[in-house]
């Protein structure tokens, strides 16, 4: 049975569908589309057009589909223009409406598509990855990186409707599948403490029958938030809050060029390290640091470095971050498990000793 989660953002509401299959509900949603001639095309990439060929098929049923490389480098100006002019070369129009069937790099680089191709047209997240189901494809965030940096053009458009179909992970790698977890773990970690609970006593797997209840566990923490602070502009908290360990992880990725880790291993790492910048604050306590460490350990993630980088390097990346404030940027701070808040004027000789702690050099 397909479940229904509302994010509820006034005329911008829409819906998350959950299932193991959602193929049927994804084909009733656009069929509706065709019957009233308006059209739809799908953006994805080759390893879901290889190793997802039959729901591809099935959702797209004959709709023009742009298949790009996998990776990181897709989501590019380059990209963004080839959906663009293939939206226009198939003459799709206002009424028309884009699908990403994908993990997060289809989808920001679709979403933005979307966001900009004759000034705003809907579309629909299919993700496949879990960090993209539990993360990414809600919220509305989409972008593209630019040669100076990751994310630096995007806008906000919130999607028209979301379909998290559990199945398709069936075929995601392994460390892929790590990497979501990331994620999951933190929201745990900053809303919700029974979640947190749960993966510590019994650790995650693609082969879990609490996965699809954890991923509409997420989905929701990620939709109250979003809804409270659609654009991030709260004084503190808000929608900040998702960023627990990435000021840290952000960082970790700039200092090793994109290579070393994937962006949930980064995390892992940032989690690891807002545990203690929480420690070190009097909020958690070194057994707290361990639970995280052991949880993230539980789930194949790194909490370290796992070769030395600079603490030099990785404070200059920080200062680069794009939610920089007044010369250090913000951090998130656990308050306890399941408990976060923004916090900013935290000391860099504080941090500094947490990169150490951390395996920094
Ligand atoms: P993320 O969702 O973590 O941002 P990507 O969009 O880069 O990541 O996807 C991560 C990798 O996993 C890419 O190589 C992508 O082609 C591949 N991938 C995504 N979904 C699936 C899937 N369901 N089965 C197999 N591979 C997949
Ligand atoms: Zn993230």
Known sequence: MAEMLMVQLAERSYPIHFSAELRQEIRAELEAFGRSGRKVAVVTDSNIAAQQAQTLEEIAAGAPTLVFPPGESTKSLESLGRVLDFLAERHLDRSS???????????DLAGFA????LRGIGYYQVPTTLLAMVDSSVGGKTGINLKAGKNLAGAFHQPRGVFIATKLLATLPAREFAAGMAEVIKYGLLG???LFDQLEHSPLTLASSELPAVI??????????VEADERELAKEGGRALLNLGHTFGHAIEQATGYRRFLHGEAVAIGLA??????????YLTAADVARVDAVLTAHALPTRLTSALPVAELMAAMTRDKKMRSGMPRFVILTRFGESVTRDGILPTLVEAIWRQVGAL
């Open 97 to 107: 409406a884009l699908v990403a069937v994908g993990g997060g790099v289809i989808g």
């Open 114 to 117: 979307a966001a900009s191709y």
């Open 192 to 194: 919700d403490a029974e």
């Open 216 to 225: 509409r566990r997420c989905c929701a923490i990620k939709a109250r938030i």
């Open 273 to 282: 390290s807002a545990a203690r910048l929480s420690q070190l604050l009097g």
